[in-house]
């Protein structure tokens, strides 16, 4: 008597992560271990040192830019932006941040002259931002370094965050043309999370805890969010998906500093406004 063969019932796959997403769960952390204290070490010595490990960020960061954005004109208009960022970082560094922002003009329009496209002159004041910015926050002698500390906790914690509150709860994207992972979940746990970092460390460095520090907080971890969808929008438009490999599990070094980048401008802007060119961490916190 023959046996008809039977398939079996094969049970649903569980709705796992993939190998890819575990791995690059694992790169980012690797990476973040890596580059936080590394961070961190950088602004604790501040002068001249920290102005030297920024402003090479910030080249790398513009290098990027132009791959990304075509790099009309050839490499002479990249030299000349980075030269013009190594000046107004270094100077900027040594509390003369009214001298570095002509600089960094006058380099963004040549960089527009040689390469005709305003993407180059762009990426210029885009790149400078982040080492500008944080030097002239480090460059307070009474609240420099908790700033900074205060800055780049409020960017990582919103970063991580978004990344592990969007990956559980899921939901609605937040702009898929733009940035197809993010979801609204993600934006708000990293914002909640993010703002809370900050504040709780702010009063931990001893800090007056009040209504407009915690204010601070929020922009600083919207400004998070912002970077990154700009930075976003901007590969998308050219059609990239990173800026390059130099950061497993994040890509180029401006996937892991866009957040910071724009944070930290927003930081050093309201600080300039408080405080002064020369009191920015305590404008940024101090209420």
Do not use: C
Request: aromatic share 10%.
């Amino acid at each position: 008597m023959s046996t008809v063969p039977t398939t079996p019932n094969t049970p649903a796959t569980p709705a796992v992560p993939d190998e890819r997403a575990r791995q690059d769960f694992r790169f980012r952390v690797i990476s973040s271990l890596v580059l936080a204290p590394a961070a961190l070490i950088a602004a604790l010595f501040g002068g001249w040192l920290t102005g030297l490990i920024a402003a090479a960020v910030s080249v790398v960061v513009l290098f990027e830019w132009r791959w990304v954005t075509g790099g009309k004109g050839g490499l002479l208009p990249t030299i000349i932006g980075s030269a013009a960022i190594v000046l107004a970082v270094m100077t900027t560094a040594y509390g003369y941040l009214l001298i570095a922002l002509p600089v960094l003009i006058v380099g963004a329009v040549l960089a527009y002259a040689l390469a005709r496209d305003g993407w180059a002159a762009g990426g210029t004041l885009y790149a400078a931002a982040f080492g500008v910015s944080l030097l002239a926050i480090r460059f307070d002698a009474n609240y420099g370094l908790q700033a900074i500390a205060f800055v780049f906790i409020v960017a990582w914690v919103t970063d991580t965050g978004a990344f592990f509150v969007g990956r559980s709860v899921g939901g609605p994207r937040l702009w898929p043309l733009v940035s197809p992972r993010k979801t609204w979940s993600g934006l708000l746990g990293g914002i909640i999370l993010g703002s809370a970092g900050g504040f709780v460390l702010a009063v931990l460095l001893r800090i007056p805890p009040s209504l407009g520090l915690l204010q601070v907080s929020v922009i600083l971890s919207v400004a998070v969010h912002a970077g990154d969808l700009f930075e976003s929008g901007v590969k998308r438009f050219f059609g990239i998906k990173d800026t390059g490999k130099l950061i497993p599990g994040h890509g180029g070094v401006m996937d892991r500093v866009d957040g910071l980048l724009i944070a930290g401008t927003v930081a050093a802007l309201i600080g300039l406004l408080r405080g002064g060119p020369y009191a920015i961490g305590q404008g940024l916190l101090v209420w």
